[in-house]
Protein backbone atom coordinates (compact mmCIF):
# COMPACT_ATOMS: atom_id res chain seq x y z
CA UNK A 1 0.00 0.00 0.00
CA UNK A 2 2.91 2.19 1.10
CA UNK A 3 4.55 1.60 -2.46
CA UNK A 4 1.03 2.25 -4.35
CA UNK A 5 0.63 5.29 -2.39
CA UNK A 6 3.49 6.50 -3.26
CA UNK A 7 3.93 5.80 -7.06
CA UNK A 8 0.45 7.10 -7.78
CA UNK A 9 0.12 9.74 -5.29
CA UNK A 10 2.70 11.99 -7.24
CA UNK A 11 5.31 12.91 -4.45
CA UNK A 12 7.30 9.79 -4.85
CA UNK A 13 7.00 9.98 -0.78
CA UNK A 14 6.77 6.62 0.64
CA UNK A 15 6.72 7.58 4.11
CA UNK A 16 3.67 10.08 3.93
CA UNK A 17 2.12 9.13 6.62
CA UNK A 18 2.89 9.33 10.23
CA UNK A 19 2.93 7.58 13.67
CA UNK A 20 0.10 9.54 14.89
CA UNK A 21 -2.26 9.18 11.86
CA UNK A 22 -5.83 7.74 13.11
CA UNK A 23 -7.82 5.31 11.14
CA UNK A 24 -10.70 8.52 11.29
CA UNK A 25 -8.86 10.55 9.27
CA UNK A 26 -8.39 8.37 6.40
CA UNK A 27 -10.32 8.87 3.26
CA UNK A 28 -11.44 5.16 3.07
CA UNK A 29 -13.01 5.63 -0.47
CA UNK A 30 -9.65 6.71 -1.53
CA UNK A 31 -7.92 3.79 0.24
CA UNK A 32 -10.11 1.51 -2.07
CA UNK A 33 -9.91 3.14 -5.38
CA UNK A 34 -5.90 2.86 -5.00
CA UNK A 35 -6.29 -0.27 -3.86
CA UNK A 36 -8.12 -1.35 -6.90
CA UNK A 37 -5.69 1.07 -9.16
CA UNK A 38 -2.57 -0.95 -7.63
CA UNK A 39 -4.05 -4.66 -8.24
CA UNK A 40 -5.14 -3.47 -11.79
CA UNK A 41 -1.12 -2.79 -12.74
CA UNK A 42 0.04 -5.28 -10.58
CA UNK A 43 -2.42 -8.02 -12.51
CA UNK A 44 -0.81 -6.63 -15.93
CA UNK A 45 2.64 -7.90 -14.84
CA UNK A 46 1.17 -11.39 -14.60
CA UNK A 47 1.38 -13.68 -17.23
CA UNK A 48 -0.29 -16.91 -17.95
CA UNK A 49 1.70 -20.37 -18.76
CA UNK A 50 0.57 -23.82 -19.74
CA UNK A 51 2.30 -26.90 -18.55
CA UNK A 52 1.36 -30.28 -19.85
CA UNK A 53 1.85 -32.72 -16.98
CA UNK A 54 1.52 -36.60 -17.45
CA UNK A 55 0.75 -38.45 -14.42
CA UNK A 56 1.48 -42.37 -14.35
CA UNK A 57 -0.10 -44.70 -12.42
CA UNK A 58 1.90 -45.41 -9.53
CA UNK A 59 -0.17 -48.26 -7.87
CA UNK A 60 1.43 -51.14 -9.62
CA UNK A 61 2.10 -54.11 -7.11
CA UNK A 62 4.77 -55.16 -9.52
CA UNK A 63 8.33 -53.90 -8.17
CA UNK A 64 10.20 -52.77 -10.66
CA UNK A 65 13.49 -53.93 -9.29
CA UNK A 66 14.89 -55.98 -5.98
CA UNK A 67 14.57 -53.69 -3.26
CA UNK A 68 15.21 -54.44 0.84
CA UNK A 69 14.22 -51.18 2.57
CA UNK A 70 15.52 -50.60 6.59
CA UNK A 71 13.42 -51.79 8.94
CA UNK A 72 11.23 -49.58 11.28
CA UNK A 73 11.34 -48.59 13.71
CA UNK A 74 15.50 -48.75 14.20
CA UNK A 75 16.10 -49.54 16.50
CA UNK A 76 12.93 -51.37 18.28
CA UNK A 77 11.34 -53.12 21.24
CA UNK A 78 10.47 -56.15 20.91
CA UNK A 79 8.98 -56.17 17.27
CA UNK A 80 10.28 -54.52 13.60
CA UNK A 81 8.97 -54.14 10.24
CA UNK A 82 10.88 -55.18 7.30
CA UNK A 83 10.22 -54.52 3.85
CA UNK A 84 10.84 -55.99 0.45
CA UNK A 85 10.00 -55.89 -3.44
CA UNK A 86 10.96 -57.94 -6.01
CA UNK A 87 10.70 -57.73 -9.63
CA UNK A 88 10.14 -61.07 -10.81
CA UNK A 89 9.05 -64.96 -9.24
CA UNK A 90 11.39 -65.35 -7.45
CA UNK A 91 13.20 -67.96 -4.54
CA UNK A 92 13.26 -66.13 -1.60
CA UNK A 93 14.83 -66.57 2.00
CA UNK A 94 14.83 -63.45 3.99
CA UNK A 95 16.82 -64.36 7.50
CA UNK A 96 17.85 -62.68 10.67
CA UNK A 97 21.93 -63.46 11.93
CA UNK A 98 23.16 -62.25 15.18
CA UNK A 99 26.86 -60.40 15.50
CA UNK A 100 28.45 -63.76 15.73
CA UNK A 101 26.74 -64.67 12.35
CA UNK A 102 24.99 -67.40 13.62
CA UNK A 103 20.97 -67.73 12.13
CA UNK A 104 18.69 -66.87 14.75
CA UNK A 105 15.42 -66.96 12.19
CA UNK A 106 14.20 -68.13 9.06
CA UNK A 107 11.29 -65.60 8.34
CA UNK A 108 10.56 -66.09 4.82
CA UNK A 109 11.53 -69.43 2.39
CA UNK A 110 9.70 -69.74 -0.40
CA UNK A 111 9.23 -68.82 -3.87
CA UNK A 112 7.53 -65.09 -4.70
CA UNK A 113 5.70 -63.37 -6.88
CA UNK A 114 6.76 -60.19 -7.91
CA UNK A 115 5.86 -57.21 -5.71
CA UNK A 116 6.43 -55.68 -2.58
CA UNK A 117 5.72 -57.50 0.89
CA UNK A 118 6.35 -56.78 4.39
CA UNK A 119 6.88 -58.93 7.77
CA UNK A 120 6.84 -58.32 10.98
CA UNK A 121 9.73 -59.94 12.86
CA UNK A 122 9.27 -60.82 16.94
CA UNK A 123 12.31 -60.21 18.53
CA UNK A 124 10.59 -60.13 22.23
CA UNK A 125 12.93 -64.07 23.25
CA UNK A 126 16.09 -62.04 22.25
CA UNK A 127 18.67 -60.54 24.31
CA UNK A 128 19.55 -56.89 23.08
CA UNK A 129 21.89 -56.01 20.49
CA UNK A 130 22.87 -55.86 16.97
CA UNK A 131 20.90 -58.25 14.10
CA UNK A 132 21.14 -58.60 10.68
CA UNK A 133 18.81 -59.24 8.29
CA UNK A 134 19.66 -60.76 4.91
CA UNK A 135 17.07 -60.84 1.82
CA UNK A 136 18.27 -63.52 -1.18
CA UNK A 137 16.34 -63.26 -4.33
CA UNK A 138 17.87 -65.10 -7.27
CA UNK A 139 20.99 -63.42 -7.52
CA UNK A 140 20.07 -60.85 -5.59
CA UNK A 141 21.81 -60.77 -1.84
CA UNK A 142 21.39 -58.33 0.55
CA UNK A 143 21.96 -57.38 4.10
CA UNK A 144 21.11 -54.79 6.35
CA UNK A 145 21.32 -53.73 10.00
CA UNK A 146 19.28 -53.51 13.07
CA UNK A 147 18.95 -53.03 16.99
CA UNK A 148 16.80 -54.33 19.45
CA UNK A 149 16.71 -51.69 22.24
CA UNK A 150 15.34 -53.26 25.43
Known amino acids: MVFSEAFFSGDGNPY???SN???EHFNLDYYHALSKLAV???SHL??????????QNEANDNALDFVLEQNYPNPF????IIKYSIPELSSVT???YDVLGNEVEALVNEKKPAGTFEITWYADQ????VY???LKAGSYVETKKMVLLK
Not at 46 to 55: G, K, L, P, S
Not at 126 to 129: A, D, V
Open 16 to 18: YHT
Open 21 to 23: DKI
Open 40 to 42: ATI
Open 46 to 55: AFYNTITVDI
Open 77 to 80: NPTT
Open 94 to 96: LKI
Open 126 to 129: LTSG
Open 132 to 134: FYQ
